[in-house]
């Protein structure tokens, strides 16, 4: 389930691993989407979960997958990345512990695999 908040400002954290998804994880065309000024993004809802999934928009129907990596902590841990949008828009950037309640924690640019 997904949780309305506050809205807030994106990232530059967020603002690099969405653009790095754009730029090395493509899993369809995404040049509609490089257009957009990300860091104008605003996170308006997060996962109840406790992961550090960010939502862009509230409605995410007929949202399709722009990018899929995967991440490995120093630690070990690993998570997985998906983006979606649609419409020229990214709409959400998923983060899911490949370890339920492991990690909880975005991935720097380093951590991050394509596929």
């Given at each position: 389930?997904?949780?309305?908040?506050?809205?807030?400002?994106?990232?530059?954290?967020?603002v690099a691993i969405v653009r790095w998804l754009l730029d090395n994880?493509?899993?369809?065309?995404?040049?509609?989407?490089?257009?957009?000024?990300?860091?104008?993004?605003?996170?308006?809802?997060?996962?109840?979960?406790?992961?550090?999934?960010?939502?862009?928009?509230?409605?995410?129907?007929g949202v399709k997958m722009l990018a899929d990596a995967t991440a490995?902590?120093?630690?070990?841990?690993?998570?997985?990345?998906?983006?979606?949008?649609?419409?020229?828009?990214?709409?959400?950037?998923?983060?899911?512990?490949?370890?339920?309640?492991?990690?909880?924690?975005?991935?720097?640019?380093?951590?991050?695999?394509?596929?």
């Open positions: 389930m997904k949780r309305t908040i506050e809205p807030r400002p994106v990232t530059p954290e967020e994880a493509p899993v369809c065309d995404v040049a509609a989407y490089r257009d957009q000024k990300l860091e104008e993004l605003r996170v308006v809802e997060i996962c109840d979960c406790g992961c550090v999934s960010a939502f862009f928009e509230s409605d995410n129907r490995e902590y120093p630690d070990g841990q690993r998570a997985g990345l998906v983006l979606f949008g649609k419409d020229g828009r990214v709409t959400w950037l998923e983060v899911h512990d490949w370890e339920p309640g492991s990690s909880r924690r975005m991935p720097a640019i380093e951590n991050l695999s394509a596929g």
